[in-house]
């Protein structure tokens, strides 16, 4: 009876500890890519809402984080709702988050004179309940400042979505400390798709899942955000970035 119940005793501990790490609801509700590759690394398939999640450029992007905001802006567009963007530089082109699925009568927009306000900012989104994301575009993420906007998060039901912007490469490394965040991307710039006529074709990039709670680190080769917020997955190019291809029939 007592090795009964010393395995009830350490399933009921896993099961704790699994709840903790985000692995103890399998109903929990998440926001799926539609990429099966990519929702299978994610903790119950997608982007955990009530969750705080981070998105860095790379490469040339590391500084403007162009591709980062666009990346964010697909996956506010396919929540259901209004967005909050909250921001201290006023160079965030409307018509391009447009192209990414999010509509401007869906933004709310939050500037601010420093980075603590654009902070504060989000933390009354997320802590408002009523928005379908929440997005800070932030130099520094302290992790006493993470805590807090993931706990309002969890309170909600949230996503809250942190745009890392540096003002210079050097300041880029300090994505390498710990934050409260669920996940962690870096979203690179590629060659666009080669078309068989003259043209410019759909938008490529690298995205590289980073860091996952509860999850696996993983990168993919992605076409970007369609006028829906969905991207498509694209097999990893083999003799450069210029040679990949359309894996057929896997937009979404």
């Known amino acids: 009876m007592s090795r009964v119940h010393n395995s009830r005793v350490i399933d009921e501990l896993r099961d704790r500890i699994a709840g903790l790490e985000g692995r103890g609801s399998k109903n929990a509700a998440v926001l799926p890519f539609g990429v099966c590759q990519i929702d299978e690394r994610l903790p119950g398939g997608g982007l955990a809402y009530g969750a705080l999640h981070e998105i860095a450029g790379g490469g040339t992007g590391t500084v403007d984080g162009a591709a980062a905001a666009l990346f964010a802006a697909g996956i506010a567009a396919r929540a259901n709702g209004k967005v909050l963007w909250c921001l ?70 949230t996503i809250g979505l942190v745009v890392r912007r540096w003002r210079r490469q050097t300041e880029a490394s300090d994505y390498g400390n710990p934050t409260a965040s669920s996940t962690r991307w870096r979203v690179s710039v590629l060659p666009s798709e080669p078309l068989p006529v003259a043209g410019v074709g759909r938008a490529r990039w690298l995205a590289e899942l980073m860091r996952v709670k509860a999850g696996e680190c993983a990168e993919y080769e992605i076409g970007a955000c369609d006028a829906k917020g969905r991207v498509c997955l694209l097999p990893v190019s083999a003799n450069g970035p210029d040679q990949t291809a359309w894996r057929g029939n896997h937009a979404v």
């Open 88 to 157: 201290t530089r006023p160079d965030l082109f409307a018509p391009a988050l447009s192209q990414a699925g999010l509509h401007p009568d869906r933004v709310i927009y939050c500037q601010a004179d420093k980075e603590e306000d654009v902070l504060a900012s989000m933390e009354e989104g997320l802590s408002f309940g009523g928005l379908a994301a929440v997005v800070g575009e932030l130099v520094r993420l302290p992790m006493t400042a993470s805590r807090r906007l993931q706990l309002a998060a969890e309170k909600t039901g």
